[in-house]
């Protein structure tokens, strides 16, 4: 009975505690508001399709950490000399980046890698998850973009995600 009520008591007591930490004064609308969003999102978050993520090598993030870290320190100099520099030098594109990663985990994981270094952001995924929009800043050999991510971050997610 409570499972059904109830999907997710951690979860509706996390949805509980945030909500009211957001508002400012509790009243009893809050805390009502609260107890609909606790009863609310763990029904809707049951149906949500889950993949369980499945861990390889996690090894490989160090080495991923570093590369990250030096590549968006590189990228913020670059960046700022593109958007300092002459407008009209600056070609911005989308490219379509084919995906090897097949773990959800590892393509948000991907995501967020391409989104931190900065020039680029990830747009969309395709719906059977083969493809990744990325929006670069300034991209003169759209192969290369491609060869790039996928070399520099999307096969070290791969030993990670497998």
């Known amino acids: 009975m409570s499972k059904r009520l109830f999907p997710s008591i951690p979860q509706s007591i996390t949805v509980f505690v945030f909500w009211l930490l957001m508002v400012e004064d509790t009243t009893a609308g809050d805390l009502l508001m609260a107890a609909f969003l606790a ?11 889950r993949e369980f993520a499945r861990l390889g090598d996690v090894w490989v993030l160090g080495p991923l950490a570093l590369r990250l870290l030096r590549d968006i320190l590189l990228a ?4 700022a000399m593109q958007v300092l520099g002459p407008e009209r030098k600056l070609r911005p594109g989308f490219v379509w980046v084919p995906l090897e990663l097949t773990n959800i985990h590892g393509i948000s994981a991907l995501t967020s890698v391409i989104t931190l270094t900065p020039g ?3 747009a969309e995924l395709s719906r059977d998850r083969k493809y990744l929009l ?3 800043l300034d991209i003169d050999d759209p192969q290369h973009m491609i060869d790039d991510i996928k070399r520099r971050y999307e096969a070290p997610l791969r030993k990670v995600f497998p």
């Open 134 to 136: 990325v929006h670069c």
């Open 39 to 49: 009863w609310l999102m763990p029904h809707i978050a049951s149906r949500l399709e």
């Open 76 to 79: 913020n100099i670059t960046v």
């Open 120 to 122: 680029t952001v990830t």
